[in-house]
Each structure stands twice: as structure tokens, then as C-alpha cells.
């Protein structure tokens, strides 16, 4: 018998008439009557020329070939059953977008993960970390965390908190004074936008009152991530956001030997319409907005 060709519907009566030792049994839980799950297994015997069942006066019982055919169709009807219900699970699970810089992501939203499971375990968050600018108007994020002073043009946005910087190292490296930062290497990391207010070493440098000291032995990255994994690391020096090094600062395996601190820019929640937005994206919103009015440990 092919594929095209197998009878779905009298299997399916044979299947639940075997697991349940009964027509009438079958008929009740297919909401048919027990006539037309006779009907239908007298159809699929005649058709594949196997007698399935010992057809008694007050029961039916599976002949030998029918014990064969069972436990295969009961196995694959199952599996339809337990893999229908997940993805009708993942589909209908809320889901909930949120974009934000590659450095925000990985070390401020994603140590936070297991506490917003913990309040929405009915929704899953997509996190796209990404440097460059997401045009919610046309793309599927549905929560923006900006970095920045603005303005965002189109978009309904709330500053969460303003961004600290400050020297932070490894303790193995034995920095505790200014005066150290002339024998070890800082760490520096490139702004996507130049602008006077960045917090650079050069601003932290004036603001301090101290001379730039010369630029041999310094190490750049392109992202503060690596920055702050190369100050881990025991390489240098680095000047980076205070809340997104409070793990490694809590941790031990960052410093923050000295101040100044100094002002970063503005992280801001960034939507397209708050009023409009579904139930579960406003409990996004509303967890972020706790969050970091909480501080910045996790």
C-alpha cells in the first residue's frame, strides 16, 4: 500500500478501538458512532486483506496481526500529538524583541535573563545586539534601548539612566594611584560618533587635572566589550561604563582603583508607540524601567 494512499481515517479508528478494547469506546472518543468505527476497520481489514481483531459479543480483542500493526501506529500517532503541541506552544508563546549595543547586551540585559524569566515566564525575549541604528518602523525589534542624547525623531523613548565611566583593572596588576598609569597600558575603545562629551581617556585626563601620558603600549578595540575583557585579562587599564563592569567589579575580577567618574551619555527605552504596543511588549518596557531604577546589579 503507498503513501497516497493509506486509509488516515480507519487507521486512526483502528488505533484508538486497539487502545482501548472497544468500539464503542473508540466511537466515543472520535465522536463518531460505533458503527462507523466498525465500518471503518472492516473497510481497512478488507483493503490490506489482514484480519486485525477477534470480534467477540461483548468485546474485541487483537489478533496477532492487529498486535503487530498497533504499537507502530500508536508510537507515530503520539509523536504527531507531542510535536503538534509544541509548535502550536512556540507560536502562540509571546514573543518580544529588543535591540540594544553589543556591549549592553551581553553584559547588562543578558545577566538579567533569569530574573525576567523569573517574572515573565510567558514571554521570550529576541535579543539583537547590534552597534548599528534599528529602524523600528521598519523592522521586526520592538523595543529599543538607545545610547545617546537624542533625538529619536518618530519614536516615543524615556531615559533610563546616565552612563558612568572610571578606570577599572585587573587587581593583579597592582594599580591604586594615577601615578600608575604611566607604566601600565590603557585600554582604549572607538566611539561610533565623535563627540566632545564621549567619556575618552583625553576627557577623563583633563577632567582629572593630569597630563596624557605618551601613547606607546596602548591597546584599541572596536567594541567596549573587548575592552572590558582585555582589562579582565590582566592587560591594561581601561576606562568603560561602570554598570556594565558591576559583575566583574562585585566579582573581584575588576578594580576601580581611583576617580574621577565621569559622565557617559543617556541610555533611553525607545518604542514606536507604547499605546499601541501588545501586552507582553509593555511588560518589557515595564521591566526594563524597574530594572534599572533598581541599580545596576543584576
Known amino acids: 500500500m503507498q503513501r497516497r494512499s493509506l486509509p488516515l481515517s480507519a487507521l486512526r479508528a483502528f488505533e484508538a478501538a486497539a487502545r ?9 472518543e472520535l465522536a463518531v458512532t460505533p458503527t462507523a468505527v466498525s465500518h ?11 484480519a486485525l481483531f477477534d470480534r467477540q459479543v461483548r468485546k474485541v480483542t487483537l489478533t496477532e496481526t492487529g498486535a503487530q500493526l498497533y504499537p507502530v501506529l ?50 521570550d525575549l529576541q535579543l539583537q ?7 523600528l518602523r ?21 531615559p533610563l539612566f546616565t552612563d558612568r565611566f ?23 575603545f572607538d566611539w561610533k560618533r565623535a563627540q566632545t562629551e564621549n567619556p575618552t581617556w583625553e576627557r577623563w585626563f583633563s577632567i582629572a587635572g593630569r597630563p596624557l601620558p605618551p601613547e606607546g603600549g596602548q591597546l584599541r578595540f572596536s567594541d567596549e566589550g573587548h575592552a572590558i575583557q582585555a582589562a ?5 587599564i581601561a576606562l568603560v561604563s561602570l554598570a556594565l563592569v558591576d559583575d566583574e567589579l562585585r566579582a573581584g575580577h575588576l578594580v576601580q582603583p581611583f576617580g574621577p567618574e565621569i559622565d557617559g551619555h543617556t541610555y533611553h527605552l ?20 524597574h530594572a534599572t531604577k533598581k541599580g545596576t546589579s543584576p
Not at 129 to 135: F, G, K, N, Q, W
Not at 232 to 236: L, N, R, S, T
Open 129 to 135: 545586539a547590534s552597534d548599528d541604528l534599528v529602524d
Open 40 to 50: 471503518q476497520i472492516r473497510a481497512l481489514e478488507a483493503g490490506t486483506g489482514l
Open 270 to 289: 525607545a518604542m514606536f508607540g507604547e499605546r499601541d504596543a501588545s501586552v507582553a511588549v509593555q511588560a518589557v518596557a515595564g521591566w526594563l524601567r
Open 166 to 188: 572610571a578606570p577599572v583593572a585587573n587587581p593583579r596588576l597592582g594599580v591604586v594611584s594615577p601615578d600608575d598609569l604611566a607604566r601600565v597600558p590603557l585600554i582604549r
Open 20 to 28: 482501548l478494547g472497544s468500539f464503542k469506546a473508540a466511537a466515543e
Open 74 to 123: 500508536r508510537d507515530g500517532f503520539d509523536k504527531f500529538e507531542a510535536t503538534l503541541a509544541r509548535l502550536t506552544q512556540q507560536r502562540t508563546r509571546a514573543q518580544v524583541s529588543i535591540s540594544a549595543t553589543n556591549a549592553f547586551t551581553v553584559k547588562w540585559l543578558v545577566p538579567r535573563m533569569a530574573d525576567f524569566r523569573r517574572l515573565h515566564p510567558d514571554i
Open 138 to 158: 521598519s523592522s521586526t525589534v520592538d523595543i529599543a534601548i538607545r545610547y545617546g542624547r537624542g533625538p529619536y525623531p518618530g519614536l516615543v523613548t524615556q
Open 232 to 236: 579582565v585579562a590582566g592587560h591594561g
